[in-house]
C-alpha cells in the first residue's frame, strides 16, 4: 500500500464548479500536511498547509481527519486557471516528505 | 531572491555514463532533498540532508550518491546511468521543523539510452 494516495482523476469540471480532492496516508505519526500544485512540466509549489482545525485561503479549504487518516482539499468557484495537478503531501518526523501521485483537475469554459 | 536553482534542465545520458546534477539554494535552509518524478508514481525521496556533513538514504536511494560540504550546495551523482533513472529530478529545500513547507527547483530532465 502506498504511504499516500490520492484519486488520480482526471476531474474535468466547468467554470465556476465546485470539486473536491481526498487523500488518506497510512502513517498515523505523521506531523504535518500540504497540497501542493503542480503545473505541467513545472515544478510543485505549495498552494497551502493544512491545519488540524481546517483552514480556509480565498476559493480553498482544507481539512484534515487525523482519526481517519484523511485529508482534503475543496476548490469553490473554479476558474480556467486552477486547472493543474493537486498533490497531496505528508510529512513524517525525519522531515522527509511523502508525496501522493496526484490529481489531475481540467476546468473547461 | 533566486530561491532553488538547478542545472543542467536537460541532459540525455548513454548506459553507463556517470554525471552529476547540480542544486544550489540562497535561502540558507538546513534541509536538503531530491526526488524522482516518474509518470503515476509521484515524487519520491532519493537522499536528503538537514545540515553541512549530513546525509540520509529516502526511498529510493540505488545508484545515486549525494553530499553536502556547504549549506548551499546539495549535488547528485548517478554513478553508472541506466535507462531506468531516465525521470525528471527535483531538488527541493527547507527550514527544519514540522510546519515548514519545501520549495522545489525547476527540475532536471534525464533521458538515459
Known amino acids: 500500500r502506498k504511504e499516500v494516495e490520492q484519486d488520480p482523476g482526471p476531474f474535468n469540471v466547468p467554470e465556476g464548479a465546485t470539486v473536491a480532492f481526498n487523500c488518506t496516508y497510512s502513517n498515523s505519526a505523521s506531523q504535518s500536511f500540504f497540497w501542493y500544485r503542480q503545473d505541467c512540466r513545472k515544478e510543485p509549489k505549495l498552494l497551502m498547509s493544512?491545519?488540524?482545525s481546517g483552514n480556509e485561503d480565498g476559493r480553498f479549504t482544507a481539512q484534515l481527519n487525523r482519526a481517519s487518516q484523511y485529508i482534503s482539499l475543496l476548490i469553490r468557484d473554479s476558474k480556467l486557471s486552477d486547472s493543474a495537478t493537486y498533490l497531496c503531501?505528508?510529512?513524517?518526523?525525519?522531515?522527509?516528505?511523502?508525496f501522493g501521485a496526484g490529481t489531475r483537475l481540467t476546468v473547461k469554459p | 531572491n533566486a530561491g532553488v536553482t538547478q542545472t543542467p534542465k536537460f541532459q540525455v545520458l548513454k548506459t553507463g555514463q556517470s554525471m552529476t546534477l547540480q542544486c544550489a539554494q540562497d535561502m540558507n535552509h538546513e534541509y536538503m532533498s531530491w526526488y524522482r518524478q516518474d509518470p503515476g508514481m509521484g515524487l519520491r525521496l532519493i537522499h536528503y540532508s538537514v545540515g553541512a556533513g549530513i546525509t540520509d538514504q529516502g526511498e529510493v536511494p540505488n545508484g545515486y550518491n549525494v553530499s553536502r560540504s556547504t549549506t548551499e550546495d546539495f549535488p547528485l551523482r548517478l554513478l553508472s546511468a541506466a535507462p531506468s533513472q531516465t525521470s525528471v529530478y527535483f531538488c527541493a529545500s527547507s527550514y527544519l521543523g514540522q510546519r515548514y513547507e519545501q520549495y522545489f527547483g525547476p527540475g532536471t530532465r534525464l533521458t538515459v539510452t
Open positions: 503531501v505528508v510529512k513524517g518526523n525525519n522531515n522527509d516528505m511523502r
Open positions: 493544512v491545519y488540524s
